[in-house]
């Protein structure tokens, strides 16, 4: 019944789930991302993202107002206020279902209870916030008494995070640098092995000489070759010859370790290429650099655009080459996925900022990707149908 007209093979259906369940696969992680980039870090270590446009539950620790605001009213010193005011959030959007005065025992008193607190003092919260603290002796001290509270808290989405990572934060300048670092990393490490590539390929494909096939049979077990063997000999190299502390040194690092997977693709897309156009050019009297250039290059394109995705994408995600060949104690070179390594080490609580620095590494190869995946999709069905 598979083969009847108008109707679909059961592997058919089989790859149309695989398919579907690989891009949810990668796709929730991303959405995930994106949508924690926005939250606020109480939102994150309370619940997950796919709560972020729900009311959630949540224990915050707020304060109430510093002692100079007290009043004194008859013997008794008084502070009245809200504790979301206080902490910069909105009074009427959350609502307190217990507190405490110590972190051991959060739900310790429930809304309109009195707390006793230092020195015969006493405190009293409401459900919406509004506390009321009051004592026989004075205030004393630069911040206000800790409140712990259990309140359900109404959805918040913010560019606080980016804000303060790109524009007014700590770490501002260190993620500027770290971007254009990697910019300036990632382009020439593409540009450069798709060109020696082209040349490489075409040879293989096109020109008879001694040896080819042994070349080739080398670029194939180059493919095999674990990166991690390389590393420490190229280095060594890199370090005698000057090269090994800089751009120069991870530009050629990427181009080797690339080089191998380029020149098989270009090789393997070329020789599909129609042989009598080959041909005819050389019988009309042009050069093999002028095959590769005109004809060659723009037939090639896809696999061209093909190999440059891949090569941007693994370049700009990079952490293990630029570590070893990005040899700078100053920070002066350091890429994005060094500079969020960095940011895990000095803010490991701080998941907000984390998820926003992250999206911002991944934000420009999901641009590129996107905007290049017809190219990648011709290249690789590309002398699948003749």
Do not use: C
């Amino acid at each position: 019944m598979d083969n009847i007209a108008g109707t679909k093979s059961s592997l058919t259906w089989v790859v149309h789930i695989s398919v579907a369940l690989l891009v949810a696969l990668w796709l929730f992680p991303t959405v995930g991302l994106f949508i924690s980039s926005f939250r606020t870090a109480d939102q994150i270590a309370t619940n997950g993202w796919w709560n972020a446009l729900f009311p959630s539950e949540q224990n915050l620790t707020l304060r109430t107002d510093a002692p100079d605001t007290q009043v004194q009213q008859g013997t008794q010193y008084v502070i009245d206020g809200n504790l979301f005011v206080t902490d910069g959030r909105p009074a009427d959007e959350a609502t307190i279902s217990a507190w405490g005065t110590s972190s051991r025992d959060i739900g310790a008193y429930k809304p309109g209870d009195v707390a006793e607190i230092d020195d015969g003092a006493t405190l009293t919260v409401d459900k919406t916030g509004n506390y009321h603290m009051e004592g026989p002796a004075a205030f004393t001290g630069s911040r206000g008494e800790r409140v712990f509270v259990v309140a359900t808290t109404p959805p918040e989405l913010t560019f606080e995070n980016y804000k303060n990572l790109l524009f007014s934060g700590r770490n501002t300048d260190g993620m500027v640098k770290a971007f254009f670092n990697t910019m300036t990393v990632t382009i020439p490490a593409t540009v450069i092995p798709i060109l020696i590539a082209a040349f490489a390929a075409y040879a293989l494909a096109w020109m008879d000489f001694k040896g080819r096939a042994l070349l080739i049979a080398l670029v194939v077990g180059l493919l095999v070759v674990p990166l991690q063997l390389a590393l420490i000999p190229l280095l060594k190299l890199h370090l005698a010859i000057g090269i090994g502390k800089g751009y120069l040194g991870v530009w050629l690092a990427h181009t080797g370790f690339g080089l191998p997977m380029a020149i098989y693709l270009l090789r393997n897309y070329m020789a599909g290429l129609p042989r009598d156009i080959i041909e005819n050019a050389r019988v009309d009297g042009a050069t093999e650099f002028q095959i590769f250039l005109k004809i060659i290059l723009p037939l090639s394109f896809p696999a061209l655009a093909s190999f440059a995705i891949f090569q941007f994408l693994w370049t700009w995600n990079d952490l293990l080459v630029a570590k070893v060949f990005l040899i700078d104690a100053t920070g002066q070179t350091t890429v994005m996925t060094a500079q969020i390594v960095d940011l895990l080490g000095t803010r490991g609580g701080n998941w907000e900022i984390l998820a926003t620095a992250a999206f911002v590494s991944i934000a420009v190869p999901l641009f590129v990707f996107f905007a290049m995946q017809k190219y990648l999709v011709r290249g690789l069905l590309a002398g699948s149908v003749k």
